[in-house]
Structures are given as structure tokens and as C-alpha cells.
């Protein structure tokens, strides 16, 4: 079983930055690929950014392309993403999870999110 939390959250002026944090309890954590997907209030959860397990590719959902770093470290049993140019649109709940894939189902292990507010 692996659990995740997601940390670095919180309220920022659009064309801001944030880096968030998904620290991950488990042994075997260099084995997983992970991801980071979204959900913005009355929307569906979206796929944001996904990377490797070893961190060699790296996949990122259009709207955020050029925007966001999905990178982690294996060491620490950590992946990061970082935000730049933050959007009003990207205000959601930011949510880790094992797997990799562009679709929901692609996806287990969720963390309990952390809240991204961007402000106009």
C-alpha cells in the first residue's frame, strides 16, 4: 500500500509560481510512476503532468505545457511539480497519484490533494 501527501499549496497572484510536493510511504517508491491530476470546483478530475519511474520522461496535459515541471526524487520518495505562470484556471485541488496515463483511471493510490487558489 502506498500512501502519498501533497504539500506547497496555497494563494497566489496570477503569473505567479508554486512548486507542490507529493512525499510517498512506501519502500519501493523508485518503482512507481507517478502522477499529478487536478479538480477545479464542478469540474472533473484532469491529468495535469506524469513522469517515469526513473524520471526519464516526462508528460505533460497541453493546457500546462511550457508552464509546469513534473521532476522527482527517488532518494527522498518525493515527486515535485512546479508551477510558473500560474492561471486563474488553475485554481484547483492538486492531487499525487501512482500510475501514469493521461485519463483518470489511469491512476491509484491518491494523496488528499492540496488547494492551488490563483487570484486575477
Known amino acids: 500500500q502506498v500512501q502519498l501527501v501533497e504539500s506547497g499549496g496555497g494563494l497566489v497572484q496570477a503569473g505567479g509560481s508554486l512548486t507542490l510536493s507529493c512525499q510517498a510511504s512506501?519502500?519501493?517508491?523508485?518503482?512507481?510512476?507517478m502522477g499529478w491530476l487536478r479538480q477545479a470546483p464542478g469540474k472533473e478530475r484532469e491529468f495535469v503532468a506524469a513522469?517515469?519511474?526513473?524520471?526519464?520522461?516526462?508528460y505533460y496535459a497541453d493546457s500546462v505545457e511550457d508552464r509546469f515541471t513534473i521532476s522527482r526524487d527517488n532518494a527522498k520518495n518525493t515527486v515535485y511539480l512546479q508551477m510558473n505562470s500560474l492561471k486563474p484556471e488553475d485554481t484547483a485541488v492538486y492531487y499525487c497519484?501512482?500510475?501514469?496515463?493521461?485519463?483518470?483511471?489511469?491512476?491509484?493510490?491518491w494523496g488528499p490533494g492540496t488547494q492551488v487558489t490563483v487570484s486575477s
Open positions: 513522469i517515469t519511474w526513473s524520471g526519464g520522461s516526462t
Open positions: 512506501v519502500r519501493t517508491f523508485s518503482a512507481y510512476p
Open positions: 497519484a501512482t500510475g501514469i496515463g493521461d485519463t483518470v483511471q489511469d491512476y491509484n493510490n
